[in-house]
Nanobody, 126 residues
Framework: VQLQASGGGLVQAGGSLRLSCAAS????????IAWFRQAPGKEREGISC????????YYADSVNGRFTISRDNDKNMVYLQMNSLKPEDTAAYYC????????????????????WGQGTQVTVSS
């Protein structure tokens, strides 16, 4: 499975961005996908995940209510709509994937994912 993240950029605080993660290879309809981010000098943080059907979605407290994860399995795409962006959201954002079974309580653990995309940079100015 190959993952390609895109959509990052520079935005003012309060603005919005939509990140995309394009998946290819393998059987993608039920693959579990998560978004992580890593700010300079900080550890990588899992911020959201979505089940293969899209029926289960989880968010870290830091983004809950502002970010929305979704997927379009016909297009093999996963999206992260980011609203009300804050300077502290500045980071490189990565999508990661793996096949079930996955315990949703573990979605923030990097080691459970076999597939990673390259990062896309999001910079939020104050």
């Amino acid at each position: 499975v190959q993952l390609q993240a895109s959509g990052g950029g520079l935005v003012q605080a309060g603005g919005s961005l939509r990140l995309s993660c394009a998946a290819s290879g393998g059987t993608l309809d039920y693959i579990f996908i998560a978004w992580f981010r890593q700010a300079p000098g900080k550890e990588r943080e899992g911020i959201s995940c979505i089940s293969g059907s899209g029926g289960s979605r989880y968010y870290a407290d830091s983004v809950n209510g502002r970010f929305t994860i979704s997927r379009d399995n016909d297009k093999n795409m996963v999206y992260l709509q980011m609203n009300s962006l804050k300077p502290e959201d500045t980071a490189a954002y990565y999508c990661a994937a793996d096949y079930p079974p996955i315990n949703y309580r573990d979605y923030q653990r990097e080691e459970i994912y076999d597939y990673w995309g390259q990062g896309t940079q999001v910079t939020v100015s104050s």
